[in-house]
């Protein structure tokens, strides 16, 4: 099976601009999470889809907004971009909603804000 | 919310070495998983391990999940096992899906 595939891998904006990131999950995984990575906050939590419906919300501002589609892709949003969102954003799925589930992680996108 | 503490931050070894590395929680988890993040960015999983003891190749690892804690083990280091390696758990309560720690950057040197 082929992986979780995020797409661009690499992006430059300018403050103020709004971004939007896709996520490709594992054929048949239906759960897709996405987290920021940064050198001072570390891996975070932003959001949980499943069924096309957002499950879970990390502690970010409305900024930061995501969707998924029926096929289960999954793309997030930044709009009105700070300096500070530079980040590289991980994007991962796993089968179902279970704690049991193993979370299997994509390439990331890497954000450059200037 | 939960917190995930990972020691040592930094640890720096000779090709060949073995090492432990710990993960502390501070209340209990639905599940907890160790990865590995190379230099691009790829965070791969390692261990799917909420309870008990695990094995794959040179890697193990140890859950005592009464105790919060587990520890990642790795055998005669090769210097394709450096980069920072994360413990990441499941609450059993709030909002989060993983929450991860401030990881252990593993350097070995040939």
């Known amino acids: 099976k082929a992986g979780v595939t995020q797409t661009p891998r690499y992006l430059i904006k300018t403050r103020g601009q709004q971004v939007t990131l896709s996520c490709s999950p594992i054929s048949g995984h239906r759960s897709v999470s996405w987290y920021q990575q940064t050198p001072g906050q570390g891996l975070q939590f932003l959001f949980e889809?499943?069924?096309?419906?957002?499950?879970n919300k990390g502690n970010f501002p409305g900024r930061f907004s995501g969707r998924q589609f029926s096929n289960s892709r999954s793309e997030m949003n930044v709009s009105t971009l700070e300096l500070g969102d530079s980040a590289l954003y991980l994007c991962?799925?796993?089968?179902?909603?279970?704690?049991?589930?193993?979370?299997?992680f994509g390439p990331g996108t890497r954000l450059t804000v200037l | 919310g939960i917190q995930v503490e990972q020691s040592p931050p930094d640890l720096i070894l000779q090709e060949g070495a073995n090492s432990t590395l710990r993960c502390n929680f501070s209340d209990s988890v639905n599940n907890l998983q160790w990865f590995h993040q190379n230099p691009w960015g790829q965070l791969i999983n390692l261990f799917y391990?909420?309870?008990g003891t695990k094995q794959n190749g040179r890697l193990s690892a140890t859950t005592v999940a009464t105790e919060r804690y587990s520890l990642l083990y790795i055998s005669s280091s090769q210097t394709t096992d450096s980069g920072v390696y994360f413990c990441?758990?499941?609450?059993?309560?709030?909002?989060?899906?993983?929450?991860f720690g401030t990881g252990t950057r593993l350097t070995i040197i040939p």
């Open positions: 391990i909420p309870s």
């Open positions: 990441a758990v499941e609450p059993g309560f709030g909002n989060e899906k993983l929450t």
């Open positions: 991962a799925s796993s089968p179902d909603r279970a704690s049991t589930d193993t979370q299997y």
């Open positions: 889809y499943f069924s096309e419906t957002q499950r």
